[in-house]
T-cell receptor, first 111, second 115 residues
Framework: GENVEQHPSTLSVQEGDSAVIKCTYS??????FPWYKQELGKRPQLIID?????GEKKDQRIAVTLNKTAKHFSLHITETQPEDSAVYFC??????????FGKGTTLSVSS | DAGVIQSPRHEVTEMGQEVTLRCKPI?????LFWYRQTMMRGLELLIY????????DSGMPEDRFSAKMPNASFSTLKIQPSEPRDSAVYFC?????????????FGPGTRLTVL
């Protein structure tokens, strides 16, 4: 089955810096890659996603890139703010199955 | 839309007791997922249903765990007997079965503590 590796497990940045989180997946049949943000004590919520026919997608300060050949995808957050502090999960999906999540990255943004 | 509803939000029980967690998916969604979240293991998929049918329960840790979905608007996850290592946050999520994407909407979770 699918396996998703995510790193780093923790990331600390200064406010205004950029943050990058990377994930790799094992099953080449996976074709949808969402990112979820989970604030302390709350549920995971989708922040951005990308499909396999797209190499990059951007939404304001957040962008995701996908390299299908290498089977890895990344989340980029620019101009980080304290409210970006949370746990971020990547996931991989193929039709008819369930999302398989990475172990999560705890991002801390200090002002 | 009320979103995914889970109950109870918090459950404290003693080892050996039966625990039942409940979930109501978003109306119109036909896939339902149960996850367990711990610091050590992150978000683990326990089981999921498509159109009320269990598709993959390979994530269910032991026979003590069972899940049912008797209809499109209700699912339960039962642990019997419960053990301290079952302490975790249990999330239910739902989505629409779709070809290219599967945005899952999570419920607020049930925080289970087994003493």
């Amino acid at each position: 089955g699918e396996n998703v590796e995510q790193h780093p497990s923790t990331l600390s940045v200064q406010e205004g810096d950029s943050a990058v989180i990377k994930c790799t997946y094992s099953d080449s049949a996976s074709n949808y890659f969402p990112w979820y943000k989970q604030e302390l004590g709350k549920r995971p919520q989708l922040i951005i996603d990308i499909r396999s026919n797209v190499g990059e997608k951007k939404d304001q300060r957040i962008a995701v890139t996908l390299n299908k050949t290498a089977k890895h995808f990344s989340l980029h957050i620019t101009e980080t703010q304290p409210e970006d502090s949370a746990v971020y999960f990547c996931a991989a999906y193929q039709a008819g199955t369930a999302l398989i999540f990475g172990k999560g990255t705890t991002l801390s943004v200090s002002s | 839309d009320a979103g995914v509803i889970q109950s109870p939000r918090h459950e404290v029980t003693e080892m050996g007791q039966e625990v039942t967690l409940r979930c109501k998916p978003i109306s119109g969604h036909n896939s339902l997922f149960w996850y367990r979240q711990t610091m050590m293991r992150g978000l683990e998929l326990l089981i999921y249903f498509n159109n009320n049918v269990p598709i993959d329960d390979s994530g269910m840790p032991e026979d003590r765990f069972s899940a049912k979905m008797p209809n499109a608007s209700f699912s339960t996850l039962k642990i019997q007997p419960s053990e301290p290592r079952d302490s975790a946050v249990y999330f239910c999520a739902s989505s629409k079965l779709a070809g290219d994407s599967n945005e899952q909407f999570f419920g607020p979770g049930t925080r289970l503590t087994v003493l």
